[in-house]
């Protein structure tokens, strides 16, 4: 991207905004949902990982389908200056849940949670979502719930339980 032959470098923020905007619509149209979107530099190369679900999770087809629809978007508009790998792919089956719409839609799941600053003298939890209101998730670990700020939550995804 240049205006009058100067080359204008845009932030990671501003590209992950750029892609949300060219993807979001047509994933809502085909009944999938933008979890997560990344631009990070791995040793030498840059990647643009964009991470999509649907409900009873998304298959190979879909990603490559999604993948080829984005990557021709980008092409249009030349958003970024410097070679990158486009990765389509689901967020697996420990995804992060970023949004509160993430948390709302984990109700009645197992999760594992991290907090800025100790909540009940702890800063991890990890256990049965029980409840979320926009404001707390209320999580219950064995017999104990703990009733956890969204304000104060660092980091929270999906866990799996094994027996």
Do not use: N, W
């Amino acid at each position: 991207m240049s205006i009058s032959g100067r080359l204008i470098v845009l932030s990671q923020s501003k590209i992950k905004s750029i892609v949300e905007q060219i993807t979001v619509p047509y994933l809502a149209e085909h009944g999938f949902q933008l979890v997560d979107i990344e631009y990070v530099k791995e040793g030498k190369s840059r990647f643009l990982r964009i991470f999509v679900d649907k409900e009873g999770g998304i298959d190979i087809e879909e990603c490559g389908r999604i993948s080829e629809y984005v990557s021709a978007k980008l092409d249009e508009i030349d958003p970024i200056d410097e070679p990158y790998f486009l990765e389509v792919s689901s967020p697996g089956a420990e995804r992060p849940l970023k949004k509160p719409e993430d948390v709302a839609r984990a109700v009645g799941k197992h999760v594992y949670v991290t907090t800025y600053e100790p909540v009940e003298g702890a800063k991890e939890f990890e256990g049965k979502l029980e409840s979320f209101d926009g404001e707390t998730l209320t999580i219950a670990i064995g017999k104990r719930k703990v009733a956890v700020p969204y304000a104060k939550v660092s980091f929270a995804r999906l866990a799996i339980v094994f027996p």
